[in-house]
């Protein structure tokens, strides 16, 4: 069956990086898209952006242009997310997702939770 | 890019149908049938409940159901069940090489 398994909870501080990983596996990785969303703590959902497992070709959204970077390894079927720079504004749970059928996202993996204290 | 405008609650009773509205632009939920909805649980992933505006993924109960009309999609839940009671994200692909913007999300509560 399809999962995603993601890397461990992280604490880090304010100016560093994170790099989230991502296992997939009951599939291979390069047939469909990755899309990264995160969640801050009691607020709503956010895609962040997307890498194509193909080609690595990617597209992130304006708030985070210079400051994310995903990636694959198609040889260890395994996506990553690394943030940079970061803010306690980015403390979220990081959800990586399966790009399914009409651009939905049919699979995610159990989220990350990234705590960047003030 | 602007988030869809989603309504921060709804309610119903069990056995109950409610009706939870989406709304867009023509640049994305107008534009595109690729309007999808999920289903989150208290400290859980997201879950897949709806695609290309009114399909259903294999498990999901057909008292869920999708539509769209103009720039505004909808997602029904039918017979509502204490089971149900969760926060649903609407979400639209937004072209621009496969950008999507999700809804505010919607807090369902089963009275």
């Known amino acids: 069956q399809v999962q995603l398994v993601q890397s461990g909870a992280e604490v880090k501080k304010p100016g560093a990086s994170v790099k989230v990983s991502c296992k997939a596996s009951?599939?291979?990785?390069?047939?469909?898209?990755i899309s990264w969303v995160r969640q801050a703590p009691g607020q709503g959902l956010e895609w962040m952006g997307w890498?194509?497992?193909?080609?690595?070709?990617?597209n992130y959204i304006q708030e985070f242009q210079g400051r994310v970077t995903m990636t694959t390894d198609t040889s260890t079927n395994t996506a990553y997310m690394e943030l940079r720079s970061l803010l306690s504004d980015d403390t979220a749970v990081y959800y990586c997702?399966?790009?399914?059928?009409?651009?939905?996202?049919?699979?995610w993996g159990q989220g990350t939770l990234v705590t960047v204290p003030s | 890019q602007s988030g869809l405008t989603q309504p921060p609650s709804a309610s119903g009773s069990p056995g109950q149908s409610v009706t939870i509205s989406c709304t867009g632009t023509?640049?994305?939920?107008?534009?595109?049938?690729?309007v999808s909805w999920y289903q989150q649980h208290p400290g859980k992933a997201p879950k897949l409940m709806i695609y290309?505006?009114?399909k259903r993924p294999s498990g999901v109960p057909d008292r869920f159901s999708g539509s769209k009309s103009g720039n505004t999609a909808s997602l029904t839940v039918s017979g509502l069940q204490a089971e149900d009671e969760a926060d649903y994200y609407c979400?639209?692909?937004?072209?621009?090489?496969?950008?999507?913007?999700f809804g505010g999300g919607t807090k369902l509560t089963v009275l």
């Open positions: 997702a399966r790009g399914g059928s009409g651009w939905s996202l049919d699979y």
């Open positions: 009951g599939y291979t990785l390069s047939n469909h898209g």
């Open positions: 890498v194509s497992t193909y080609n690595g070709n990617t």
């Open positions: 023509s640049s994305d939920v107008g534009g595109y049938n690729y």
């Open positions: 290309e505006v009114s």
């Open positions: 979400n639209s692909y937004a072209g621009s090489n496969n950008l999507r913007v």
